[in-house]
């Protein structure tokens, strides 16, 4: 299913002051000197209630747990950050997840994966694995794994590498849910050119110094690191939002296209107007608040149904 969500009239001015103000930065190349300033303006995201943050090492990575007073028993989500595989920490990301976490209603791990150019690939993807199946190793019987940008493609690459490993057992997937996932690090989508005036963030030049960072010559289409190659079979249901003013919308169509055909539940919603990653701006724009209300319910939902891929009997 595919819809597109109108610019509301009350976003409009929010959005356009947004546009202005990044673009006064647009095409600057972002390399490890620009982390404080990244988990600054995800540090800005408003606190859910009641959420409380405990450093933590799940399946030998360093992160940090997001506990809910009144979460689903043996429900857990997994929540991968983004920042082009160079920038971004589970700590600055903690107050932007825990409002995803609280909707979901599911204790949440943050992992503190390895970034490049210290660690290229595939030290992230290793890392979201190893993270995943240190969940199961604690006993979770169901759980959900969240991203955005560079996270969203780990979540997805995540989802490729678990539907083929034969030692989880029933505990994989439930259920995902992406924000403007990077898709695909060769950078072949035609929005590329279609939205190069429109997106107020990204440059091709950026994005490819990213790609270039983490991949250090590696193949851009391997399916570990871009997403949109890998086999997309028995994968769970995957909601997608993205917005309609950014380079990666392509990155978006194309997998969901893909997973489509290969018979895969996917609930892919364009935003008029947004730009990549907008709901973090919650408290600011409403289009962000009615994002992460979709993704709480969507992945609610999958916490709670019986699927092929998770065969823990549903809750009350």
Do not use: C
């Amino acid at each position: 299913m595919m819809t597109t969500q109108s610019l509301s009239p009350e976003d409009a001015p929010a959005v356009a002051a947004m546009r202005q103000a990044a673009s006064a930065h647009k095409g600057e190349k972002l390399g490890p000197e620009a982390r404080p300033m990244f988990d600054a303006m995800f540090a800005a995201t408003p606190a859910a209630a009641d959420v409380r943050i405990e450093p933590a090492t799940v399946g030998g990575i360093a992160g940090f747990w997001l506990r809910l007073p009144n979460a689903r028993p043996g429900a857990r989500m997994l929540y991968l950050h983004g920042g082009g595989y160079v920038l971004g920490s589970a700590k600055a990301l903690t107050s932007f997840a825990g409002q995803i976490a609280a909707r979901v209603g599911a204790d949440t791990f943050v992992p503190e994966y390895r970034l490049a150019p210290e660690h290229p690939f595939p030290a992230a993807i290793d890392d979201a694995v190893a993270a995943y199946r240190g969940l199961v190793a604690e006993g979770a019987e169901r759980i959900v794994v969240v991203g955005d940008s560079a996270g969203g493609g780990l979540t997805l690459s995540l989802l490729s590498i678990l539907a083929a490993d034969k030692t989880l057992g029933a505990v994989r997937p439930a259920g995902a849910a992406v924000m403007s996932p990077w898709t695909d690090l060769a950078l072949t989508g035609a929005s590329f050119e279609t939205r190069a005036e429109a997106d107020p963030i990204f440059t091709r030049g950026v994005l490819q110094a990213f790609a270039d960072m983490y991949l250090q010559g590696r193949d851009a289409t391997n399916p570990k690191a871009s997403p949109l190659y890998a086999e997309l079979n028995s994968l769970p249901p995957i909601r997608i939002d993205v917005g309609d003013d950014e380079l990666l919308l392509t990155d978006s169509v194309r997998y969901a296209d893909r997973a489509r055909a290969a018979g895969i539940e996917v609930t892919l919603s364009i935003w008029e107007g947004m730009p990549h990653v907008f709901q973090s701006s919650l408290g600011h724009v409403l289009a962000a608040s009615h994002s992460v209300d979709a993704i709480g319910a969507f992945l609610r939902q999958r916490l709670t149904d019986v699927s092929p891929s998770n065969n823990t009997p549903s809750e009350a």
